[in-house]
């Protein structure tokens, strides 16, 4: 606690005491930066001064597929049009309030140490640091000794999660390129055997920082230890970032989608939906509980759908089912050559 409130203060010191050249190397980071930097500039602005202040008409949702509910209000997730899915109890997942010690032990320490200052050491630390150069499979078979503590789903490892996702998306006639989303989206996971301090900043659902943490995400409750839950400008509704701003200027919990995104972004041929399947696939409470729709964009709408498409397989595929690694191996190899051009990918 005591450490991570220093943490806190010496956030401003990375960016004024002439280590802007550091973050300048972040590409897409020095966007949310600099809308950092300004919020302690603009001393006069509205949305500084007065969270509460309207600054500009909420935007209207624009209308989406036909959704239905169920009697909790819970979004009613479509699993009848897929082969695979369409008899899973959806129901019987994402059980919070019954889940082991290990989970919620894992979100508080989590939503505790998940602060702005963190996040934006941990980017600096990503792109300044060299890790590990190996092929895809090596490192999938790395994750076989994983076993997420933030998960109530599965007590399997990691690889396996990987290939029920892949299998099913395949099993559904799905693009190619979605079934390879399928098998990495959580090869960012192997973060956990190189620069991570625990399993928190690695795996869970994420949420963005720098502004006020959603009552939807789960587990809130443990918030009220970061030190962010009473700081002035990222307690607030719309904190570092301005109304409607795109989910592309947020700056996430750091973890395994936004690094396995920057991997896949500068060495796939993955496309925009790949990309975002990737990057937004822990977004829970973005994707499944409605939140954050006053910073979304325009476009953001189409990355919703996409990504609750590919929820539905990374979510009800889980279950005991094992595969035989050696079988199926082959189709997935030439998978991944197919979109990684280079057999070596540094992580
Ligand atoms: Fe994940
Ligand atoms: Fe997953």
């Not at 979100?107 to 505790?112: D, T």
């Not at 592309?248 to 395994?256: D, I």
């Given at each position: 606690m005591d450490n991570d409130n220093k943490k806190t203060k010496e956030a401003p010191k990375i960016i004024h005491e002439n280590e802007g050249h550091i973050l300048e190397l972040i590409d897409e980071d020095v966007q949310s930066v600099n809308a950092f930097?300004?919020?302690?500039?603009?001393?006069s602005s509205p949305v500084v001064r007065n969270n509460e202040v309207k600054i500009e008409k909420e935007k209207e949702e624009p209308t989406t597929k036909k959704e239905t509910f169920n009697e909790n209000g819970k979004r009613k997730i479509d699993l009848q049009h897929s082969k695979v899915l369409k008899d899973v109890d959806e129901t019987q997942f994402r059980q919070y309030q019954k889940a082991k010690y290990r989970v919620?032990?894992?979100?508080?320490?989590?939503?505790?140490?998940?602060?702005m200052?963190?996040?934006?050491?941990?980017?600096?630390?990503?792109?300044?640091?060299?890790?590990?150069?190996?092929?895809?499979?090596?490192?999938?078979?790395?994750?076989?000794?994983?076993?997420?503590?933030?998960?109530?789903?599965?007590?399997?490892?990691?690889?396996?999660?990987?290939i029920q996702t892949a299998e099913a998306i395949r099993a559904d006639g799905k693009p190619r390129w979605m079934?390879?989303?399928?098998?990495?989206?959580?090869?960012?996971?192997?973060?956990y055997f190189f620069d991570s301090e625990g399993q928190w900043d690695v795996v869970g659902d994420t949420f963005?920082?720098?502004?006020?943490?959603?009552?939807?995400?789960?587990?809130?409750?443990?918030?009220k230890n970061n030190p962010d839950f009473n700081h002035p400008i990222y307690s607030s509704k719309y904190g570092i970032y301005e109304p409607h701003c795109g989910l592309?200027?947020?700056?996430?919990?750091?973890?395994?989608d936004e690094y396995m995104y920057y991997i896949a972004k500068g060495q796939s041929t993955f496309n925009d939906q790949a990309l975002a399947m990737i990057r937004y696939h822990s977004f829970y409470p973005w994707h499944r509980e409605d939140a954050y729709r006053h910073l979304m964009c325009d476009d953001d709408y189409r990355i919703l759908e996409v990504v609750r498409d590919f929820n539905?397989?990374?979510l009800y595929s889980k279950s005991d089912l094992r595969y035989d690694l050696a079988e199926i191996k082959p189709y997935y190899l030439e998978l991944i050559e197919e979109f990684f051009p280079n057999e070596l990918v540094d992580f």
């Open positions: 930097r300004s919020q302690f500039k603009e001393e919620r032990n894992f979100y508080k320490e989590q939503h505790e140490k998940q602060t200052a963190y996040n934006l050491q941990a980017r600096i630390n990503f792109k300044t640091k060299k890790r590990a150069s190996m092929p895809i499979w090596t490192a999938l078979c790395k994750l076989s000794k994983l076993i997420d503590d933030s998960d109530p789903d599965t007590e399997l490892s990691q690889i396996d999660h990987a079934q390879l989303v399928g098998l990495i989206h959580d090869l960012g996971k192997i973060l963005p920082v720098g502004c006020e943490f959603s009552k939807d995400i789960i587990f809130h409750e443990f918030f592309k200027a947020l700056m996430l919990s750091w973890g395994h539905k397989y990374d």
